[in-house]
């Protein structure tokens, strides 16, 4: 370099431009492409076991705004992939498509296939024997149906991406305008959590003593697990299996068959399993007429049974106060004897005749 000479780092560079003003006009020029992104009309599903859930799929062309905005010069065609395990849940593959959108090549109906259990997938464009061509100007690109499969107090994701046939060079997503958005979309999933019916412990969709023989076996266990606090108390304890009973299941203590109604029938029932005060440690069950938790089927079942009331009420009013009757308790516990011998003779004696 000669004495007297300047060196220009940027010969092309116009004078007065900086970094600055350049990073203002790289800014300008990218403000208008298209970043979308795929996502479902909610992030988070809460539905009940064996119970079927529909979700849109949405295109939102300026994320940065709400709520979602169609691509600015419309879309023309479109590709995309729904996956969830198999094991949750169940896609069917007539998912529900906008009539513009319900186009394959130069065919109406737009491409709808499983692609294994768990995956499907939709692929269409618009009308392109139409002239002129309409370019979709809405948010929605499908509705798929799920059945979901999973156990109550279960969660799961469901998960979208972009589908190709052809290669990583296959070109999806395209604007009105023919550019590819493929490189610029984004992603989203969503999570679907499933709810019980209130009770219902086991998750089988149905309210049986089953539910309360778990609500027992936790509090046995402790009372830990928050799932079973049914009353909101914020522990698992003997009023919570009140709960299920009188408020949930609508019934009273000692309704052994959860039939709705606490009468004789009950009795009979339990009576004839038979374990009453057997030689067995903590073997009955609600059914098996163990009605306070404590594992066993005694005269302590009786009195709270009675202390609660409900003994030939008929079936239980949700808002109608129960009223022990005082002389209820005394005349089941001098029945007691009568039916404990009734009851051991047709244990032991083949030819008596039991209920």
């Not at 560079?13 to 996502?39: N, Q």
């Not at 169609?70 to 729904?82: K, M």
């Not at 392109?128 to 799961?156: H, Q, W």
């Not at 009223?323 to 008596?352: D, F, K, N």
Request: charged fraction near 20%.
């Amino acid at each position: 370099m000669h004495a007297g000479q300047t060196f220009r780092t940027c010969a092309s560079a116009p004078p007065g431009l900086t970094l600055v003003s350049v990073f203002a006009l790289l800014t300008l020029a990218t403000d208008g492409l298209a970043t979308p992104r795929i996502h479902f009309d909610q992030s988070e599903y809460r539905i009940s076991n064996n119970q079927p859930l529909e979700m849109q799929i949405l295109i939102d062309g300026e994320p940065r705004t709400i709520p979602d905005d169609a691509i600015p010069s419309g879309l023309f065609s479109y590709g995309v992939q729904v996956q969830v395990d198999a094991v949750n849940a169940e896609l069917d593959t007539a998912a529900q498509v906008p009539a513009e959108l319900d186009f394959f090549g130069f065919d109406a109906g737009a491409s709808r296939e499983q692609i294994r259990p768990g995956v499907i997938a939709i692929r269409g464009n618009v009308n392109r024997r139409a002239n002129p061509i309409e370019n979709y100007d809405g948010s929605l690109l499908a509705t798929v149906s799920l059945l979901n499969l999973a156990p109550a107090l279960s969660e799961y994701k469901v998960s979208l991406s972009l589908f190709r046939t052809l290669g990583p060079t296959q070109q999806v997503f395209l604007d009105g305008k023919g550019n590819v958005l493929d490189s610029t979309i984004t992603f989203e999933s969503a999570v679907v959590r499933i709810d019980s019916l209130p009770g219902d412990t086991d998750g089988d969709g149905m309210l049986t003593a089953v539910d309360i023989d778990l609500i027992c076996q936790h509090i046995a266990a402790g009372g830990a697990d928050r799932r079973f606090d049914l009353n909101g108390d914020n522990q698992v304890s003997i009023s919570d299996v009140d709960f299920w009973v009188e408020r949930i299941k609508q019934t009273y203590i000692g309704d052994s068959n959860l039939d709705g109604e606490f009468n004789s029938g009950d009795f009979v029932n339990v009576f004839r399993i038979g374990e009453y005060e057997d030689r067995l440690t903590e073997n009955s069950t609600w059914a098996d007429g163990d009605w306070n938790c404590d594992g066993e089927f005694d005269s302590g079942d009786f009195v709270r049974a009675f202390r609660a009331g409900g003994f030939e009420m008929g079936p239980r009013k949700l808002d109608a106060e129960v009223v022990p009757e005082a002389c209820g308790l005394a005349l089941l516990l001098s029945g007691l004897p009568v039916l404990m011998l009734r009851h051991r003779a047709c244990r032991t004696s083949p030819r008596a005749t039991c209920p």
